[in-house]
């Protein structure tokens, strides 16, 4: 009877130490899920502490047109699980993306978590299952991109048309158009159906009025007319004048 209790003795501090050995090698029970802290909702990339580059918890290879989004949990020994964002983007769709979760160094903390999406996206709900005490968690820094639609266009060409305006001064008409000669000995140097611009008018500066060639020749037959017709009548009066004196 008296080596019986000693063996049960042991055998109860053998079980008490395996309990506690257990216990220490297993991990924090996951809480429940958390949300991200409301004030960093509906916000873009660019409304954050900008972080880029190394030591940044971001790829190196973000691009220009992306956002990188970075997680944090408030508390020190705290570690993500696993995040999930719903985001919106410029046409109100809304995405569902996961976080991949960032282990710094030997420590193997994994209290960053990052997200990579088109630049301009915002933040519409997003939540996380942790190991610790955390009752949030907040984006610690962004790396903005520009989107790609707000790329300055170059200016189109001005199409030329042909009812542009002369570039002839105001008031000033423009030379008058001789038509296509019909004759196959046509100028060889012209192609066929152009139009050359009519010769200038010979007529001296000035001078709008052409010379007339037919009025002085009408008043000469009308004046030998009226002198032919006096003469007659002359010789008449004359005739009767001296039929008179012969009676």
């Known amino acids: 009877m008296e080596l019986k209790q000693p063996i049960k003795t042991f055998g109860v501090a053998v079980g008490a130490s395996l309990v506690g050995a257990l216990a220490l090698a297993s991990p924090a029970q ?3 899920p ?7 909702v509906g916000k873009p990339a660019t ?4 972080g880029c580059g190394t030591d940044s ?20 020994n705290d570690d993500f699980v696993s995040v999930t964002v719903t985001y919106e983007d410029e046409d109100g769709d ?19 978590a990052y ?18 005490d955390s009752k949030f968690f907040n984006v610690t820094h962004t790396c903005p991109g520009e989107p790609s639609g707000n790329e300055p266009s170059s200016p189109a060409e001005e199409p030329s048309s042909p009812g542009e305006q002369s570039s002839s001064p105001a008031g000033e ?12 000995e046509a100028s060889p140097s012209a192609p066929a159906g152009s139009e050359t611009p ?20 009408t008043i000469a037959l009308v004046s030998a007319a009226a002198l032919a017709a006096g003469g007659a009548a002359v010789f008449m009066i004359m005739r009767r004048r001296r039929e008179a004196q012969d009676w």
């Open 47 to 50: 409304y954050f502490e900008e």
């Open 198 to 217: 009519c010769e200038e008018a010979t007529s001296p500066a000035g001078n709008g009025n052409l010379p007339t060639t037919g009025t002085p020749l």
């Open 94 to 112: 809304e995405h569902v993306l996961d976080a991949t979760i960032v282990s710094n160094g030997n420590s193997g903390s994994a209290k960053h």
């Open 34 to 40: 958390i949300d991200i802290n409301p004030d960093h």
């Open 30 to 32: 996951a809480t429940e």
């Open 115 to 132: 997200i990579i999406t088109p630049a301009g996206w915002t933040i519409v709900e997003a939540s996380a299952v942790i190991e610790g």
């Open 173 to 184: 008409e423009s030379s008058p158009v001789c038509e296509e000669p019909s004759s196959p």
């Open 57 to 76: 918890q971001l790829p190196e290879d973000l691009g220009a047109d992306e956002d990188g989004w970075v997680f944090v949990l408030p508390g020190g």
